[in-house]
Nanobody, 117 residues
Framework: QVKLVESGGGLVQTGGSLRLSCVAS???????MAWYRQAPGNQRELVAA???????NYADFVKGRFTISRDNAKNELYLQMNSLNPEDTAVYYC????????????WGQGTQVTVSS
């Protein structure tokens, strides 16, 4: 069993920055990790993903503004968000895959990010 706990969300003005963190416990055999977000009335969407080896993938709408990183020794995932705009307002979720013969997917409880204009 893996538990994911996010932190770092909050209220920020347009152009500001936030850094989200996600701590994974019980994290044996964690493989790919990612950040997703969901705004009211919208589907959950991928923001950025990172493999165990550090390869990254970003949604077009955050390229050049957000940076995903992870510390495998600490079992932590991060999302540095710069140049935030009101369209980035959403609940941000940490996601992890555990590979133990089969792939098991886990989600955090989410952290709210609100960007004021």
């Amino acid at each position: 069993q893996v538990k994911l706990v996010e932190s770092g969300g909050g209220l920020v003005q347009t152009g500001g920055s936030l850094r989200l963190s996600c701590v994974a416990s019980g994290s044996f055999s964690i493989k790919d990790m990612a950040w997703y977000r969901q705004a009211p009335g919208n589907q959950r969407e991928l923001v950025a993903a990172i493999t165990t080896g550090g390869s990254t993938n970003y949604a077009d709408f955050v390229k050049g503004r957000f940076t995903i990183s992870r510390d495998n020794a600490k079992n932590e995932l991060y999302l540095q968000m710069n140049s935030l705009n009101p369209e980035d307002t959403a609940v941000y979720y940490c996601y992890a895959e555990q590979a133990i013969g089969v792939i098991i997917r886990y989600w955090g409880q989410g952290t709210q990010v609100t960007v004021s204009s």
